[in-house]
């Protein structure tokens, strides 16, 4: 079987516990990959039409913003021709706020990318300073289409998020200041000022429990509001897990649930849990869940693959390294699950 170095020792398995009676299952259409076509194919117009309707949707009601939050993540990529065919778009259409938030999503997440996940005492200088420089590409244009459309609340989700990525607390604070008075139902908003009030990123839980309070004054506009209950046990839950608590893990992240509900990241962290103790029918469940509220996240395609893997399946490794393939170039681990799937199809056959 796979070693792709990412897993922990392997601890007893554990006894899965009850799924939550109340499931919020956000309304999702977008389709990256659709999108990703019709970029290619230079439909501008069409572009700006599905982006439009987007917005007005969320306008609307606030439990249409994730689909758009969906859509726009489909320029999240590695590929430089995306973000090429994205700057025709900006030339073909100057004022589409469209245009200008896909090449913002373009850059911060490369910039993101080129830091890593690891802690920031494990990075490298070279890699912030990397990350500095997508991030200058990114925020003027996520300014330029929150100026065209200024209840765009993706913009300024990826403002919060690059300010706290760059540690820079006065500029948090002024976006978070205006982010909430422009767009309080926003989810998307609470849910980065929320990340920002970890303690990883120098705040604290006492922060974290007023911010999540003070936000169920307007669960009944935007009932995901609820979700926030949950992500001090998330947090914790996920601190347990890199110390190898992995049953304490599980069980804080199922008390995440409980309070907070049916939010796609408690899953998500969880099935980690799952999959680090060797329960991966149990990892495999939660990443299923996890996909079906908040589709086609490319960390959590990676870590369904390798679970995958590890179940023997291989044709379902293949499917999720070929939706990976389109946003990212090939790396050691996922040549290796790739190899690994195409041997085991050949011997299938």
């Known amino acids: 079987m796979l070693a792709v170095g990412l897993w922990l020792p392997v601890q007893a398995q554990t006894t899965p516990p009850e799924r939550p009676l109340v499931r919020l299952a956000p309304p999702v259409t977008a389709d990256k990959l659709a999108i990703l076509a019709s970029l290619r194919e230079k439909d501008f117009a069409g572009l700006d039409s599905e982006f439009e309707r987007y917005q007005q949707a969320f306008e609307k009601s606030p ?19 995306v973000g090429d065919l994205i700057e025709e778009w900006i030339i073909a259409k100057p004022n ?33 300073e990397k990350m500095g420089k997508y991030f200058a590409q990114s925020a003027p244009e996520a300014k330029i289409a929150l100026k065209l459309r200024p209840k765009l609340s993706i913009a300024y989700a990826v403002l919060l998020g690059e300010a706290r ?4 607390q006065a500029v948090h604070q002024a976006l978070e200041s205006d982010a909430l008075r422009q767009i309080p139902t926003s989810f998307v908003i609470r849910e980065e000022v929320m990340e920002s009030r970890y303690p990883r990123w120098g705040g604290d839980h006492e ?11 307007l669960v009944q506009e935007n009932p ?10 998330a947090d914790d839950g996920e601190t347990l897990a890199m110390h190898g608590e992995l049953s304490q893990s599980i069980a804080t992240l199922t008390q995440a649930i409980q309070k907070g509900g049916d939010y ?35 960390d959590l395609l990676f870590l369904r693959a390798d679970v995958l893997a590890r179940l023997g399946k291989p044709k379902e490794v293949l499917s999720d390294l070929q939706f990976l393939s389109v946003f990212e170039a ?14 085991m199809r050949e011997k299938e056959q």
Request: with cysteine; hydrophobic share 35%.
């Open 63 to 81: 439990i249409a913003e994730l689909n758009e939050e969906l859509a726009f993540n489909s320029f999240a990529c590695d590929d430089p021709s």
């Open 96 to 128: 589409s706020f469209a245009a200008h938030m896909a090449i913002s999503s373009y850059f911060s997440w490369r910039g993101w990318h080129t830091r890593g996940p690891a802690p920031g005492d494990q990075t490298e200088y070279g890699r912030f």
């Open 165 to 168: 990525g760059q540690s820079d």
């Open 207 to 217: 922060l974290m429990a007023d911010f999540a309070q003070q936000s169920q004054a």
């Open 224 to 233: 995901y509001m609820h979700w926030l209950l949950g992500f001090i046990d």
């Open 264 to 298: 796609s990241g408690f899953y998500f962290i969880r099935g980690e849990s799952y999959v680090h103790s060797g329960s991966y029918e149990l990892g495999l469940e939660d990443f299923n869940r996890a996909n079906a509220l908040s589709p086609q996240d490319l």
């Open 330 to 343: 090939p790396t050691e681990d996922t040549t290796e699950l790739h190899d690994w799937a195409v041997k």
